[in-house]
């Protein structure tokens, strides 16, 4: 089956001539290609160019005019909660009236909260209200996702999280990556006790995990009133056995060492970095990890955004992601994620294109098949509403300027 798009009126590849991510500088050119055409076969795509070389529309089985709009590839949304039994909209309130995320914490809220509320739920229903989730994320163009378990902080109810991840892999027809968070949190159990929920992750749970192949990464909350930079490495060095590839939360609450934990064991990416230095972008410019920011968190949360601009003007790649959760960040809409990085943490358009897509690609492991409107890669992309720029993209905050969101050469209908 092949489909030709045609008088695209731009078209954005995001190519980076076959390499995995886009750094510093190079974040400004999204590939731009005005008035263009592109064709898919059997789900990837197969050629991009401009209209003086667009192919005869004979030769296709459906051709789709683009007139006055722009096409992107697909968010890559690398770093989600997306699994949760309750909305916490009481907390939010609470914020209102002035508590801190670690005041809240500390009053049996926050994480602790999500998962008293996970492990009295079923996996079915779990996977009821996930799917739901995932379905309006990709409506609003998200054409791969990381989801992430830490809501049930015993063995059985991360398996069942994991398991509710595995379900929605085979459900829905994006890229999915699922990620091993057991250390998101001391569950009530074994509160004064962090060491010994420690040794529960190392010994029991990442062997039942690998067992049953339910993750593609791990993952550990490096941060001040979590877990440690030695916890964390212990963590890191266990799983590693088991193949499974880093991912950190680090520098949200405090300048955390996650960082750094998250370098010397090669993570694939250290995310939030709301409170970095010079020292932790020092240590970044050395390694293949890649940083991601997440900006709803710091909206929603009234948090420092991530210094983005310091991050690129040291020629270092960067990813954004959403970061959807129930209690810091109950948003899973790029578009969003698109208009916070623009205007609080000052990127341009194209350098927030590049991070939301072929970075937090590469975020996830799958920039050499997705992320970017490259021949042989997945023919996943959003077709905008009549625009004259992308910049109308972030430019009309809250308001979606995704008019079709297609995935492996479909059109998604929810
Ligand atoms: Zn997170």
Same mark, same amino acid.
């Given at each position: 089956?092949?489909?030709?798009?045609?008088?695209?009126?731009?078209?954005?590849?995001?190519?980076?001539?076959?390499?995995?991510?886009?750094?510093?500088?190079?974040?400004?050119?999204?590939?731009?290609? @005005?008035?263009?055409?592109?064709?898919?076969? =059997?789900?990837?795509?197969?050629? $991009?160019?401009?209209?003086?070389?667009?192919?005869?529309?004979?030769?296709?089985?459906?051709?789709?005019?683009?007139?006055?709009?722009?096409?992107?590839?697909?968010?890559?949304?690398?770093?989600?909660?997306?699994?949760?039994?309750?909305?916490?909209?009481?907390?939010?309130? =609470?914020?209102?009236?002035?508590? @801190? +995320?670690?005041?809240?914490?500390?009053?049996?809220?926050?994480?602790l909260?999500?998962a008293a509320?996970?492990r009295?739920?079923?996996? =079915?229903?779990?996977?009821?209200?996930?799917?739901?989730?995932? &379905?309006?994320?990709?409506?609003?163009?998200?054409?791969?996702?990381?989801?992430? @378990?830490?809501?049930?902080l015993s063995? &059985?109810d991360?398996? &069942?999280? %994991?398991? $509710?991840?595995?379900?929605?892999?085979?459900?829905?027809?994006?890229?999915?990556?699922?990620?091993?968070?057991?250390?998101?949190?001391v569950p009530p159990e074994y509160k004064g006790n962090?060491?010994g929920y420690?040794?529960l992750?190392?010994?029991?749970?990442?062997?039942?995990?690998?067992?049953?192949?339910?993750?593609?990464?791990?993952?550990?909350?490096?941060?001040?009133?979590?877990?440690?930079? =030695?916890?964390?490495?212990?963590?890191?060095?266990?799983?590693?056995?088991?193949?499974?590839?880093?991912?950190?939360?680090?520098?949200?609450?405090?300048?955390?060492?996650?960082?750094?934990?998250?370098?010397?064991?090669?993570?694939? @990416? $250290?995310?939030?970095?709301?409170?970095?230095?010079?020292?932790?972008?020092?240590? %970044?410019?050395?390694?293949?990890?890649?940083?991601?920011?997440?900006?709803?968190?710091?909206?929603?949360?009234?948090?420092?955004?991530?210094?983005?601009?310091?991050?690129?003007?040291?020629?270092?790649?960067?990813?954004?992601?959403?970061?959807?959760?129930?209690?810091?960040?109950?948003?899973?809409?790029?578009?969003?994620?698109?208009?916070?990085?623009?205007?609080?943490?000052?990127? %341009?358009?194209?350098?927030?294109?590049?991070?939301?897509?072929?970075?937090?690609? +590469?975020?996830?492991?799958?920039?050499?098949?997705?992320?970017?409107?490259? !021949?042989? &890669?997945?023919?996943?992309?959003?077709?905008?509403?009549?625009?004259?720029?992308?910049?109308?993209? !972030?430019?009309?905050?809250?308001?979606?300027? $995704?008019?079709?969101?297609?995935?492996?050469?479909?059109?998604?209908?929810?």
């Amino acid at each position: 089956m092949r489909k030709l798009f045609r008088n695209i009126h731009q078209l954005y590849t995001v190519s980076a001539h076959s390499r995995l991510f886009k750094a510093g500088k190079e974040m400004q050119d999204a590939g731009l290609i @005005s008035n263009a055409w592109m064709s898919i076969q =059997d789900g990837n795509i197969e050629g $991009v160019g401009g209209m003086d070389t667009c192919p005869s529309a004979s030769e296709f089985q459906e051709v789709v005019e683009c007139k006055n709009r722009i096409v992107f590839p697909g968010y890559c949304d690398s770093h989600t909660h997306i699994i949760f039994a309750a909305t916490r909209e009481g907390e939010f309130v =609470d914020k209102i009236r002035g508590l @801190s +995320y670690e005041e809240i914490a500390k009053r049996g809220g926050g994480i602790l909260n999500s998962a008293a509320r996970l492990r009295a739920t079923t996996e =079915d229903e779990l996977f009821d209200t996930a799917l739901a989730r995932a &379905k309006e994320m990709i409506g609003s163009g998200t054409t791969a996702f990381e989801v992430k @378990s830490g809501y049930g902080l015993s063995t &059985k109810d991360e398996l &069942k999280m %994991l398991k $509710v991840a595995a379900r929605l892999k085979s459900s829905l027809p994006v890229t999915i990556k699922s990620t091993f968070l057991g250390a998101h949190a001391v569950p009530p159990e074994y509160k004064g006790n962090q060491a010994g929920y420690v040794d529960l992750i190392v010994q029991e749970m990442l062997p039942a995990i690998a067992a049953e192949g339910l993750a593609d990464f791990v993952d550990v909350f490096c941060d001040e009133g979590f877990f440690t930079p =030695d916890e964390s490495s212990r963590i890191l060095e266990a799983a590693a056995k088991y193949g499974l590839k880093p991912k950190i939360h680090a520098n949200e609450l405090a300048v955390s060492g996650g960082v750094q934990v998250g370098v010397r064991h090669q993570a694939l @990416s $250290v995310d939030h970095l709301e409170r970095i230095t010079e020292i932790e972008v020092e240590a %970044l410019k050395h390694s293949s990890t890649m940083p991601v920011a997440l900006p709803g968190t710091s909206f929603f949360l009234r948090i420092p955004y991530t210094p983005a601009r310091m991050i690129l003007d040291a020629d270092l790649p960067l990813a954004l992601a959403s970061d959807f959760n129930p209690g810091s960040s109950p948003s899973g809409n790029m578009n969003l994620i698109f208009s916070l990085a623009c205007i609080q943490m000052r990127l %341009l358009p194209e350098e927030a294109l590049v991070a939301l897509t072929l970075n937090g690609a +590469y975020a996830m492991g799958i920039a050499e098949t997705e992320g970017s409107l490259e !021949p042989g &890669k997945a023919g996943n992309f959003i077709l905008t509403r009549p625009a004259q720029d992308l910049a109308v993209v !972030p430019y009309y905050y809250g308001f979606g300027m $995704v008019d079709q969101v297609w995935v492996r050469g479909e059109k998604f209908q929810g």
